[in-house]
């Protein structure tokens, strides 16, 4: 029972190159959330899911998209990368009934 | 709107002190009051959680933490740290019912000296 996963776990990138960031989850759980968090900021939303096929924007969403084509894959799209967007990345799910969220491992993306 | 605010940035104190980190929250719906811990290069790890009922809440880890509905305030408290509490610790609020997302503090370091 791995729970939430993400990959990669690092990642450089250029100004103006693309990736995705992967979550993975094998706790069967409806909601799902992308998070990036930066020095004194805490933990900000960027996208979420509350269930297969659908997504949502959060406070953060500009220069990203996600996708949720399966209930236990959430993807994290960066089309042109930016310097400000260097972050550490959080994956989070959540029960349906349930407030309280598990996080990933996380991903660091530096972009130069 | 909901809104987290976390005091002190960082913490220190002597292992085997007592410790609090303090947390107050903004909300205009019904709350749910969660604390997390962060240990370096890490994902964020459950500690404790108030949903509703006893306002004492008691966690891993010998840490609690306690509701207060008229302060606006989810203060953490442990009585006796160790060197391993050492990591950054988040309080987060939740109670929108529609996306059931998290809004985070800015985080408190502890620093636990030998």
Known sequence: NAGVT?????RVLKTGQSMTLLCAQ????EYMYWYRQDPGMGLRLIHYSVGEGTTAKGEVPDGYNVSRLKKQNFLLGLESAAPSQTS????????????????????????T | AQSVTQLDSQVPVFEEAPVELRCNYSSSVSVYLFWYVQYPNQGLQLLLKYLSGSTLVKGINGFEAEFNKSQTSFHLRKPSVH???TAEYFCAVGGDTGRRALTFGSGTRLQVQP
Not at chain 1, 26 to 29: E, F, K, L, Q, V
Not at chain 1, 94 to 100: F, R
Request: proline share 8%; with cysteine; glycine share 8%.
């Open chain 2, 83 to 85: 060197i391993s509490d």
């Open chain 1, 26 to 29: 094998d706790m069967n759980h």
């Open chain 1, 88 to 111: 550490v990345y959080f994956c989070a799910t959540s029960p349906t009934g349930a407030y309280e969220q598990y996080f990933g491992p996380g991903t660091r993306l530096t972009v």
């Open chain 1, 6 to 10: 993400q990959t990669p776990k690092f």
